[in-house]
């Protein structure tokens, strides 16, 4: 029988934690009763591990972990729950977990972050040079905090050398039908999310998404790029005519401005008009047509793919979904 720890972040800990931990704890030991229902032995041994004997998380519920992860000498796979994505290595019991996790990826075991979670696994270097999901919201800190690893905030699953993240929030639940897929095959998969009734195969957390932009820079002259772009909704600004407005050659311009927010001035023009047409198709009864033209696009072929790129639908079946008008 194959191991499952999962990890309680002690001192690190909310409400989303405690979610996370129960829905994986839940839906993995469907899996393995499901597994024993075709006549064969459960998959894995599900522990729930921690640094230390019991905390109360945010004064409502108290979580007493079954184990020490440091008695564990060899598990096969570990999920990191969501924290309050403040993670530092401060304390003997935060490098304990640390060390732990990379002696056991060291011997073959795989890793799963969920949300924030992913804050604990980039502190332990194993993220460096991959790939790499978190919330959405979390972006900007992170790429500050860990710029040596790939951050995809549009993904909501990365899968590399036997690590795998995922995005924001309850999206969790999609990275736990993905590894039961992964270990226990599809059709316990698809058994698992007809029961919690969670959607598959979801691969992009673009649509939950709110661009508002990397500013956590200390770039002045990008900072004012930024603020002129998003003044001007209305207008098809070129990354030329940025460059010279600073007095700054083309290619050094994009540097900066690709280094302070992860962005080509183009991209971040992109998604600022998208974040503004989005707005616009919750809140407005505007046609696509409309608001198509109010964040600077002519050629709805053209603002319909970047749209799409950007949000993972196109600008009609975002409207139908999120208009608050028409649900009103």
């Known amino acids: 029988m194959k191991h499952l720890t999962i990890i309680f972040p002690g001192g690190q800990s909310n409400l989303s ?14 899996a393995n009763e499901y597994r024993v229902g075709t006549g064969k032995k459960e998959l894995f041994k599900i522990e729930l591990a921690g640094t230390c004997k019991k905390e109360e998380v945010q004064g409502m519920i108290t ?3 079954e184990t020490n ?10 999920i990191l729950p969501s924290t309050t994505h403040n993670y530092k290595l401060e304390k003997k019991e935060d490098k304990q977990l640390i060390d732990w996790i990379k002696k056991q990826y060291k011997n073959g075991a795989e890793v799963a972050t969920m949300c924030s979670g992913a804050f604990i696994l980039a502190s332990s270097g194993l993220l460096d040079g991959k790939n790499c999901s978190t919330h959405w919201a979390h972006a900007d800190k992170f790429r500050n905090m860990f710029p040596d690893i790939n951050l ?27 590894l039961v897929e992964k270990y226990y095959g599809r059709e316990a998969a698809i058994f698992c999310s007809k029961i919690y009734q969670v959607e598959m195969d979801r691969n992009s957390q673009s649509p939950f998404s709110i661009f508002t932009g990397q500013k956590l820079h200390g770039d002045e002259v990008v900072k004012k790029a930024q603020a002129y772009i998003e003044s001007r909704l209305d207008e098809k600004i070129s990354a030329e005519q ?7 050659g083309r290619r050094n311009f994009d540097r900066r401005f690709i280094k302070a927010t992860g962005n080509t001035p183009l991209e971040y023009a992109q998604r600022v008009k998208v974040e503004s047409a989005k707005k616009a198709f919750e809140s407005s009864n505007k046609t696509v047509n409309e608001v198509m033209y109010d964040v600077g696009y002519t050629d709805v ?3 319909r793919e970047v749209f799409r790129k950007i949000t993972g639908m196109s600008p009609l079946q975002y409207r139908e979904r999120y208009n608050m008008v028409a649900m009103g």
């Open 63 to 65: 979580v007493k972990p």
């Open 152 to 178: 995809q905030a549009d993904q909501l699953i990365t899968d590399e050398n036997g690590i795998y993240t995922n995005g924001g929030a309850y999206s969790f639940l999609n990275l736990v039908i993905y």
């Open 242 to 248: 940025l460059s010279a407005m600073f007095a700054l």
């Open 17 to 30: 934690t405690i979610a996370c931990i129960a829905g994986a704890y839940e839906i993995f030991t469907t």
């Open 301 to 303: 072929k053209a603002f």
């Open 69 to 78: 992860v440091l008695d564990i000498s060899k598990t096969h796979l570990i």
